[in-house]
């Protein structure tokens, strides 16, 4: 990992979704009109906002996060957590007529999932909200998004931080059709494969594909020699394209509990990194690390790692952090 001196502390703003995780164990999903006894439950906290926050606190940064919750229990709970893992939660708000967003999750024994999520208040985010923290966007030294909001809002706040020479990290999940306007005010896409077939047009069957595709993208965001692609590839790592590289990142094995968080671990750490000043690619090693210590705890929010955790040799001798 490059050792070039740190940001101080690394400021990064989040724009996303905060939800309340039921989740699932059992060994297998249930087929149509099925019916299965499971092996445990638990409520968690969640959203890949909430999640991705979470991870960008717990690895150093200083973290505002910009969401919506319901003035119910659920949204009780979400507040308590923004506070408890330090981050700033004055701009998200709490509104009456709408629940907090929640998600349901199935997890098989092998580490796999599905996941329903249902919204709720995470789609009434306005424009007027992201206004409200426009400094906070203004003074970041990154804005960290994902499509579990408003289209609109993101786009909004990725406007605001062009017009401030703040960094613009989008992470397009759930997979959805994106407008050029959104796209060329991003700096650091960071797609699924899906998300890349659906954003490229193009199916990865190869790391050509997944080359190809990147490249697409890569034409649809900020003309600057900075703006890259980090496509991640599941068990396969990660392929990162700029202006003067394309290269293969491999993943880390490690033996898996549960992948729900893996990629917001990923985009919070990717995020965390790049806002104290590591290059690229020194952040998509720690940022594969991070994902590859998230897999082995249960749980969206309760696998975020810490720092600690992410540079002990059991990560760090997987990736070329040391």
Do not use: W, Y
């Amino acid at each position: 990992m490059n050792q070039a001196t740190p940001l101080a502390s690394p400021k990064v703003t989040v724009v996303g979704s905060l939800n309340v995780d039921l989740v699932c164990r059992a060994r297998r999903r249930p087929d149509t009109g099925e019916t299965l006894i499971g092996d445990a439950f638990d409520i968690f906290t969640g959203g890949k906002g909430f999640n991705q926050a979470t991870a960008a606190a717990r690895l150093g940064a200083e973290v505002t996060l910009i969401g919506s919750v319901g003035a119910d229990l659920f949204g009780d709970m979400l507040l308590a957590a923004t506070e408890n893992e330090r981050i700033n939660n004055r701009f998200v708000t709490k509104r009456g007529e709408v629940g907090t967003g929640v998600a349901t999750i199935v997890i098989e024994p092998d580490g796999d999932n599905s996941i329903i999520v249902v919204p709720r208040a995470n789609m009434a985010l306005t424009r007027a909200d992201i206004d409200a923290a426009a400094d906070e966007i203004a003074n970041a030294n990154v804005l960290l998004l994902q499509l579990e909001t408003p289209v609109a809002a993101s786009a909004h706040a990725a406007a605001i931080a062009k017009a401030h020479g703040t960094t613009v990290i989008l992470n397009p999940a759930p997979a959805q059709p994106l407008p050029d306007s959104l796209l060329a005010s991003v700096d650091i896409l960071i797609p699924n494969e899906s998300e890349t077939e659906l954003l490229s047009g193009i199916k990865i069957d190869n790391h050509e594909d997944a080359r190809r595709a990147a490249e697409v993208l890569r034409g649809r965001m900020v003309a600057a020699p900075s703006t890259a692609v980090v496509l991640t590839l599941g068990v396969q790592g990660a392929l990162m394209l700029t202006a003067t590289e394309s290269a293969h990142v491999p993943a880390l094995t490690v033996d898996a509990v549960d992948t729900t968080g893996a990629g917001d671990a990923f985009c919070g750490a990717l995020a965390t990194t790049l806002a104290s000043g590591e290059t690229l690619r020194g952040a998509v090693a720690f940022a594969n690390a991070a994902g590859a210590a998230a897999v082995t705890v249960v749980g969206a929010t309760p696998s975020m790692p810490t720092r600690e955790k992410v540079m002990t040799r059991d990560f760090c001798e997987l990736s070329d952090l040391l």
